[in-house]
Structures are given as C-alpha cells and as structure tokens.
C-alpha cells in the first residue's frame, strides 16, 4: 500500500472543530471536563489519551478592530517517518502500520510512558484510567479496512483536511503554498522533510511555533549513541581513578609488611 | 516554549529505582574494582558485602520498575523487544543479565563461607574473577542507562546534558561505596570501612561528581535546580550535605583513622546526596515542560 498523507491547509480552516467531535464519534472517545480555559474560544487547549484532534486557536494582535488576525490549525499526531514513540517503545507497542501511520497496540503497552517523553510535538498522552497511551490512529481502521478517509477529513466542511497519497498531497501543498504566496502572504509547507517526512503535513501561514509546531523538530534517540560514549569514557576515568587510590593500598600494604 | 509532554514518573518509584540500581551497580563495580586493583584477600569482606548489597537491591529494581508501569502484569512484553535505540529496551536486558551475575556472585561468596549448601561444590569451581569482570561490564550499565535515558528524550532539560549517564554511574559508584561502608560498619569491619584508600576513591568520585552537578546546572533549564523549589532538594540536600560536607570530612580525616561515628555519618549524607540528585534531575525535568496545556498558554501570551 501507498503512503498516505493528511494535509491540513490552515489558510482555510474555519476552526468549527467539526473534525474534533468526528474524530470523537468514530474513535468512541470519552468526554473530558476540563473546564472554562479563558484562552480564546478554546476549552480544549491540547491533545490528550483521549482527545487525539484538537483545533488550536491562536490569536495574533490586540486590538479587535484593527490589525487582528485568527489562526487556526487542526492538530493531531504528525505519523513521523522518523517517529521518536516508536523508536522507543520497549514493548513493541507502538508499530507501522502499512499506509505510514504509527499506531498503538493497547493491548501490549504497558504504560511505561517512555514514549510521552520521546515525542517531539508532545503528541502521546498517558491515561491514568487504563493505564496506556493514546494518540491519533490516523484511522487505520478506516482508510485501510473500509478504504474510507479519515472521519476528522470526512466531516472538514472547507477541505482544510486533505487526505491522499503522499505524492499528490506534497504536490497539492506546494499548489496550496504558491497559491498563498500569489496573494501576497507569507506561505509554508511543513512535515516535507521534518523527521525524515510528516504523514499529516500543513499549510502554514506563519512560523510553525506559531502553531505550537518545532520549527526544527529532532529524533531525540539521536542522542542515544553520544550518551553511552560518554558513560564508556567516564567509566575508563573510574578506573583510573580506582586504580590510583586502590593501587596506593597495595603498595602501603606492602611497606607496612615488609 | 513548546507543547512538550512529559511522563508522569513517580519520584517513589523512578527517582528510588535510579538510586538502588545505581548502588546496586556501583556495589559491584566496586567488588570488581577491588578485584583487578586493590588487595582481594585483605578486603574480602567489602567484596561479600558489596555483592550481597547488589543482589538484594537488583531483587528490589524490578518490582519498583513494574509498580511504576500503568499495566503491571504486562512488565514481560520489555522482554519480547531488543531495541539498540530504546534505553528502556536495553536496560530491561541489562538489568535481568546484571541480576543473574549479581545473584551468582552472592550465591559463590555465600558457599565458599559454606553458608550456602545447594550446588557449592559446583559454585565453588566457577571461575568468580572472570564472571565479576563480565558482571560489572553489565553494572556500568545499569548504572550509566537510566541517565541516557533521561538525555535521549526531548525534555529540555534532560537532553540538554548528554553526561547525565554518566553522571548516575559516578554517583552510582560513590552511593555504593557509601552503602557498603555503613554495612561494614554495622557487621563490624570498621578496619577495612575506614580505608584512606577507599576514601581517597570516595573523594575521587565525589570531586569528579562536583564537575558533573555544575556542568548539569549550566544547562538549558538547569537554573531551575538554584531556584527556591529546589533549594533543599538540590542546594542542600545534593551540594551541601551529598557532596561538600563528606568532601570536607574526608579530606580533613585523611591523614588520621576516622571514628566509626563520623564514617557512618559521612556515608549517610553521601546516601542523602546520591538520592537527591536524582530525584532532582527527575523532578527538575518535570519542572523544564510545564505541560501541553501550560505551553499552549504561554504561547498565547507571546502572541497575544
């Protein structure tokens, strides 16, 4: 099968979360009670074990009449071709599936949670209540069982959700990019290259940590070889050291009986 | 900042772990070291100690470890996996392979005193020198993993600091030494806990632990460790009590024999220290991400 790709173009997302309470529907995600936020019209704020799609609402400017801008962006998990999650799962968990997506086997993880921390974009949350780790399937069980599109991109009422091949969705955002920047605006892809290539990639208007996104995200098992080495040479000094002050014993020792 | 989660360890159960693998690890690297560079036959009684030491808390890591998991009956599936990129993959291995060695050794020191009866002829004939060499290969490792761990995530303040592995193991060997110098004390070898020689390598360590803490604080979101939610879990209980005042004491002891009194009391805060430090280095990452839901916050405010 294809690498598939969601492509979230955020020049045209109206932030109806629409594609929040899909993802809800399908995935028959619990409600969470979280309470009046006060940021923006936003009560979400973040993905969660059982909030795997959230529209992030940003606001740019102060003055409402003048100057004011709204960003929206429907975020989820990003599917990286170099996923830290994945790197790490001791358990064998978290797999690929074969579309792209990085998903999670519930039934296997043990809720070590060394994945929360390995995830660039924060994106793996622990749920205390079942003692695993959820995320965003991308909806395997959908686009590769039922050949059917993500139920977030199903239910998008302006196709700020995309979904297809790879290949036609990076050349649909270059399209979507150019068409931007035509019109004068600042435009960028983002997930082309970042982590070896997103399988959900957007269309940004602004910076990505403007959108809550690493403008540079990095594998952090990229520094998994450098502390060992570290470890190794350390424990050579260690012994040198155990064999000066251990050493000098024998030696007095020595002295002391002869 | 950006929406950066971070895993809900337990300190009871993480920060604890970290401490007893790490003494466990280091009590016998330090049996070994004593093997292949200090007087075996003299310090017998460390090397038996350290080893039992070892043995009994390699027993305690996996139920801490397990406790720590959401699911605990699935602790097994860490051993279905070999992953050279996952530290957690990796120290599992270690860990169970670090046991065996840690257990054998005990079980041969245990039948050559003849306290231990089944299979001592047998335990009797293996070759213990080179089985300790091969063991403490494994405890470096026990010992050095859980840092790179830490520093192979994206927590700002782990992965800042690649010598965290390195960090645990240094602090891993001095808590040892700490731990067995009690337990000397206590079964009543004080001539061979108070050892200048032993306390020379006490204070090796600890020097090299100051360059390691200080490097630590320098890193990004290490000013977190001298700000007043760590003033006693760091600058006291870690610089003050773990390391500058057993530095003091030893070097102010060390042309002349040290109480058993002050000895015992050295190695407790050097205990206190190593404890410290790593529930410091846990809960300062913690600290660095003030989670998803306080990120998206700030980054309103800067924008706003």
């Known amino acids: 099968m294809a690498t598939m790709t969601m492509l979230v173009d955020t020049s045209i997302c109206i932030g109806c979360k629409g594609c ?99 995830c660039p974009f924060g994106v793996v949350s622990f749920d205390h209540d079942t003692g695993v780790v959820g995320k965003c399937t ?121 | 900042m950006l929406p950066l989660q971070v895993s809900s360890w337990p300190w009871y159960y993480v920060a604890v772990y970290f401490f007893f693998g790490g003494i466990a690890a280091g009590s016998y690297l330090l049996a070994a070291l004593t093997l292949v560079f200090g007087t075996p036959t003299r310090d017998r009684p460390l090397m038996r100690w350290a080893t039992y030491l070892a043995a009994i808390l390699v027993l305690v890591c996996p139920i801490l470890l397990i406790l720590d998991l959401g699911q605990e009956l699935r602790f097994w599936r860490m051993l279905t996996q070999f992953k050279l990129l996952s530290p957690v993959s990796l120290g599992s291995w270690a860990l169970l392979i670090f046991g065996f060695f840690a257990v054998l050794s005990s079980l041969i020191f245990l039948a050559e005193d003849g306290k231990w009866k089944i299979g001592a002829s047998f335990l009797k004939r ?56 009690l337990l000397l004390l206590w079964r009543g070898y004080h001539q061979v806990a108070d050892n200048h020689n032993f306390h020379s390598l006490e204070l090796i360590l600890l020097g090299f632990e100051v360059l390691l803490v200080v490097w630590m604080v320098f890193q990004e979101g290490g000013d977190i460790l001298l700000t007043s939610q760590f003033l006693f879990t760091f600058v006291v209980a870690v610089a003050v009590m773990g390391v500058l005042i057993p530095m003091i004491m030893l070097l102010v002891y060390r042309e002349r024999a040290m109480p058993s009194s002050i000895l015992a009391i050295v190695s407790l805060l050097i205990l206190i220290g190593g404890f410290f430090l790593r529930y410091s280095v846990l809960e300062a990452g913690k600290a660095s991400v003030g989670g998803a839901e306080h990120a998206m916050a700030l980054i309103r405010m800067l924008i706003g």
């Open chain 1, 20 to 118: 929040e309470v899909a993802c809800k529907q399908w995935n028959e995600l619990p409600a969470e009670i979280r309470g009046f936020s006060g940021q923006s019209y936003d009560n979400t704020l973040s993905l969660s074990a059982n909030t795997w799609c959230h529209v992030d609402f940003v606001e740019q400017g102060t003055d409402y009449t003048q100057d004011f801008r709204w960003l929206f962006v429907s975020d989820r998990c990003k599917h990286c071709a170099e996923a830290g999650c994945l790197e790490v799962c001791p358990t064998g968990a978290i797999y690929r599936t074969e579309t792209g997506a990085v998903n999670i086997n519930t039934d296997v993880c043990n809720g070590c949670q060394n994945c929360v921390s390995s």
């Open chain 1, 138 to 258: 991308l909806c395997t069980d959908r686009t590769e069982t039922l050949g059917r599109e993500p139920a977030c991109v199903a239910a998008c009422p302006t196709d700020s959700l995309v979904w297809g091949s790879r290949s036609d969705m990076l050349a649909l955002a270059d399209r979507k990019r150019a068409r931007i920047r035509g019109k004068g605006g600042p435009a960028r892809v983002y997930g082309k290259d970042e982590l070896g290539g997103l399988n959900v990639m957007f269309v940004l208007e602004d910076e990505p940590e403007v959108y809550g996104l690493p403008s540079d995200p990095v594998l952090p098992q990229t520094h998994v070889a450098q502390g060992y080495t570290f470890t190794a040479a350390g424990s050579v000094l260690l012994g040198i050291a155990a064999l000066v002050s251990l050493r000098n014993r024998r030696v007095g020792a020595e002295d002391k009986e002869g």
């Open chain 2, 126 to 181: 293996l070759p213990h020198g080179l089985l300790m060499r091969i063991g403490a290969f494994f405890g470096i490792f026990v010992a050095g993993y859980t840092g790179v761990l830490l520093s192979s995530t994206v927590i700002p303040f782990w992965n800042s600091n690649q010598l965290l592995g390195l960090t645990f193991l240094v602090s891993g060997l001095s808590t040892a030494l700490a731990a067995v110098t």
